[in-house]
Antibody
Framework: QVQLVQSGAEVKKPGASVKVSCKASGYTFTSYDINWVRQATGQGLEWMGWMNPNSGNTGYAQKFQGRVTITRNTSISTAYMELSSLRSEDTAVYYC???????????????????WGKGTTVTVSS | DIQMTQSPSSLSASVGDRVTITCRASQSISSYLNWYQQKPGKAPKLLIYAASSLQSGVPSRFSGSGSGTDFTLTISSLQPEDFATYYCQQSYSTRFTFGPGTKVDIK
């Protein structure tokens, strides 16, 4: 079945970096985008960025620009999200989600996240 | 970035009730609007995409409508498993944004 399996919980100190992995199975990894979304405790969903695993093209939320990097290793169908210069406010659950494009015309498509990983808890504490 | 708002932020309802949640975009987003359901401690689940298309496997009591800036998610007859938080998300801009969520709990 289609699934995204994320790496385990991380505890980091302020100023450090964290790299979370997301391994895809049950579908062709390079045929769908991977998105990263985070959620602080008791808060809403916050989109961080996306990547096209085929081309390696990425797009990031302005809030995280310069601090987040999404990469992939197509040989093992795995995407990565690295967040640097961590601060306490980055403590959250980080989700990867498959992004699906449904074409509706030339260069036009609906886009939605149809499969989600279970999340990785990242705790930033001194 | 396109800002998304939702109302109400929370509501209490009973099993069998008809529930309506509203989502508004800060600019027109055509029908580029998705709805997700999230239960405590779980990942979000896609319910509706393209404003009104029901995701495969989602019960038909869920429906979505709207276009432009105003959208609605309706649960026609609330079931015990529907108590959750619901989020809208725009995909008109490739800088995706979510609404703040609407928590539906038991009256």
């Amino acid at each position: 079945q289609v699934q995204l399996v994320q790496s385990g919980a991380e505890v980091k100190k302020p100023g450090a970096s964290v790299k979370v992995s997301c391994k895809a199975s049950g579908y062709t990894f390079t045929s769908y985008d991977i998105n990263w979304v985070r959620q602080a405790t008791g808060q809403g969903l916050e989109w961080m960025g996306w990547m096209n695993p085929n081309s390696g093209n990425t797009g990031y939320a302005q809030k995280f620009q310069g601090r987040v990097t999404i990469t992939r290793n197509t040989s093992i169908s795995t995407a990565y999200m690295e967040l640097s210069s961590l601060r306490s406010e980055d403590t959250a659950v980080y989700y990867c989600a498959r992004g699906l494009r449904e074409g509706i015309g030339p260069a036009r498509y609906y886009y939605y996240m149809d499969v989600w990983g279970k999340g990785t808890t990242v705790t930033v504490s001194s | 970035d396109i800002q998304m708002t939702q109302s109400p932020s929370s509501l209490s309802a009973s099993v069998g009730d008809r529930v309506t949640i509203t989502c508004r975009a800060s600019q027109s987003i055509s029908s580029y609007l998705n709805w997700y359901q999230q239960k405590p401690g779980k990942a979000p689940k896609l319910l509706i995409y393209a404003a009104s298309s029901l995701q495969s496997g989602v019960p038909s009591r869920f429906s979505g409508s709207g276009s432009g800036t105003d959208f609605t998610l309706t649960i026609s007859s609330l079931q015990p498993e529907d108590f959750a938080t619901y989020y809208c998300q725009q995909s008109y801009s490739t800088r995706f944004t979510f609404g703040p969520g609407t928590k539906v709990d038991i009256k």
